[in-house]
């Protein structure tokens, strides 16, 4: 038998993710299929509805990401691998850092100084501190940064992409990477499993304190500049990375926080540097508009023959659509000795987890003394919707 349901929030706003006018026609329902849930090693907790993305081009992959509840809040495509191009830098930077320390120095190996495409300007014989590799890595993209830490990790490029592959199963992600680079097209992951290895690059402070900003000071005082054009479109970013192959097209994993938020856009096979950018955008700009991030709780007083007993849901992070109506369903007639065990989350009516339930005085529920007061506590039990005390928090934010 269902129970009433407590209201956390009824927020009347209108959810939109279009930057500007629907053309006649077009197809605005949710465009998720069976892409709804986000696989990390950062624990989900209640995702929120998946906006839609059918004002971008409709041949991008893209998934929009909460850092902290790790909600996947949009997605279109978003379990089908694509070559990405350099964004496999962040992976490549997680595997180095789990390997070396900061003060290590590398020494530059031929095949590092003889990698093509995008470079650090390393020589072979030189030697450079591991910082110093990353933020070739990280900011200028340098492919020889790439294969000469790489190298320093693993002996060669091609052992490093096995470390590379234990560290996407550490995040649940069963692939191996053809290059530290992103060179090769077999360089290959989904849109959410970047977006989980951004995630994870994002909790890494060695990396976090590279990939947004505008440039570094090395020891040395040399100064290396960002190429991510992306840091100065949208408010408050915060990274990642960008990349280019004519494989993978443009790729770009893009974060950026805002009051106490912060999410992360992933946009695979743009044609451009600014469809890119401009994708990437318009996901951020309407998932912060567009979902709140809450913190849900609910209790509820049973009156016992002994006494009133409080029972509280365990707190549960989420990430919401603004316009969500977001309630808690105590079931009703529970086991009287035993209390409530769980209480379910309704998200616009529908249950979409369940969160497990605690007293509040830290004590063990035990069975009520004699007949009488065991028929008292059921009688309540089974009335548990007409002492429900009211005592819901949101933490909306």
Do not use: C
Request: proline share 5%; charged share 20%; net charge negative.
């Amino acid at each position: 038998m269902s129970g009433r349901p407590v209201r956390v929030g009824a927020l009347a706003a209108t959810l939109l993710l279009l930057a500007g006018p629907v053309p006649a026609g077009a197809d605005t329902t949710r465009d998720v299929a069976a892409d709804t849930t986000l696989t990390t090693a950062v624990s989900t907790a209640l995702a929120a509805p998946a906006i839609g993305t059918t004002a971008l081009p409709a041949h991008l992959s893209l998934a929009l990401v909460e850092v902290e509840t790790g909600a996947l809040i949009a997605v279109r495509d978003g379990t089908t691998r694509r070559p990405i191009a350099s964004t496999i830098k962040l992976l490549t930077a997680l595997t180095v850092v789990e390997a070396l320390a900061p003060g290590e120095v590398v020494t530059v190996g031929e095949a590092a100084a003889a990698v093509g495409g995008s470079s650090y300007g390393l020589r072979a014989g030189e030697r450079r501190s591991v910082e110093d590799l990353l933020a070739g890595l990280l900011l200028r993209s340098g492919n020889d940064a790439a294969v000469a830490l790489a190298v320093a990790v693993a002996g060669s490029e091609e052992a490093f992409t096995a470390r590379m592959a234990d560290v996407l199963a550490g995040l649940g992600i069963d692939a191996r990477p053809a290059s530290a680079s992103g060179l090769e097209e077999g360089d290959a992951l989904s849109a959410t499993e970047l977006a989980t290895v951004a995630l994870a690059a994002l909790a890494e402070p060695r990396i976090r304190a590279l990939v947004g900003v505008d440039a570094v000071v090395l020891p040395s005082g040399r100064i290396v500049e960002n190429r991510n054009r992306f840091l100065t479109d949208v408010e408050g970013a915060t990274g990642l990375k960008t990349g280019f192959t004519n494989a993978a097209g443009f790729t770009l994993a893009a974060s950026a926080r805002r009051d106490g938020r912060e999410l992360v856009a992933v946009v695979l096979g743009a044609a451009d540097d600014l469809q890119r950018r401009t994708a990437a955008t318009r996901l951020l700009e309407d998932g912060f508009a567009g979902t709140r991030r809450v913190d849900l709780t609910s209790s509820v007083e049973l009156r016992r023959a002994a006494g009133p007993v409080r029972y509280a849901s365990a707190p549960l992070p989420a990430t919401v659509a603004v316009a969500a109506d977001v309630t808690f369903g105590w079931d009703a007639g529970f086991h009287a000795e035993r209390g409530p065990s769980t209480v379910a989350v309704h998200v616009d009516g529908e249950v979409v987890t369940r969160r497990p339930v605690q007293r509040l005085d830290g004590r063990a529920d035990a069975p009520p003394v004699g007949l009488g007061a065991a028929l008292v506590d059921g009688v309540y039990a089974a009335l548990l919707p007409a002492a429900l005390a009211g005592s819901v928090g949101d933490g909306l934010r």
